[in-house]
């Protein structure tokens, strides 16, 4: 826009050099006369009149102009705003955002260390009650072992105390009868 506004100056001035120029030839080309001055001055009066209305007119043009820049650049600017004001809430909601997933992730950490010591933990755990577990088989296995003997002993004590109480009966009975005989 500066150069717009120094076109016009310039426009003004070559305008006004030229005319002054013009006026200063017919003053060297006769000898002036208050005839001439007057018809001069009459002159100046309208190209001063000329001038003012070109000046005008390239005042309102180059107002329009700067006027519509103006309008444009401020449209700009509050779109810039705008979308400055839209951009700053989004970084501070990522921002926000961001807080969040950082203090999930750790507790995620926190979790997941938890967890690995839980699993060592039950894993120990897990053996210690395998080979507990192995060891009460072991036993079981022994105990079975040693009841089936006892009950095969029981079973063979039974047996012989009935054929010792059988054998008893029958010597009672016998010695009865040879008490009772004799």
């Not at 810039?80 to 961001?98: D, F, K, M, P, T």
């Not at 009966?169 to 016998?174: A, D, K, P, Q, T």
């Amino acid at each position: 826009m500066t150069m717009t506004m120094t076109n016009l100056f310039f426009f003004l001035l070559v305008s006004i050099l030229f005319f002054l120029i013009k006026i200063w030839f017919r003053c060297l080309s006769s000898t002036p006369t208050s005839e001439d001055r007057v018809t001069v001055e009459e002159e100046l009066e309208v190209a001063k009149a000329e001038l003012v209305a070109r000046f005008k007119i390239k005042e309102k043009e180059l107002r329009s102009a700067l006027d519509k820049e103006l309008d444009r650049r401020s449209s700009w600017f509050e779109k810039y705003q705008s979308e400055e004001q839209r951009l700053c809430g989004r970084i501070r909601e990522l921002a926000e955002h961001n807080v969040s997933l950082q203090r999930q992730v750790s507790s995620f950490n926190e979790r997941e260390v938890e967890s690995r010591k839980l699993i060592s933990n039950l894993t120990a755990w897990a053996k210690e009650a395998m080979e507990e577990n192995e060891s009460l088989q072991q036993n079981l296995y022994e105990l079975q072992d040693k009841y089936i003997a006892a009950a095969e002993d029981r079973d063979f004590f039974k047996r012989n105390y009935e054929e010792k109480r059988k054998k008893h009966g029958v010597l009672s009975f016998l010695m009865l009868h040879i008490e009772g005989g004799s």
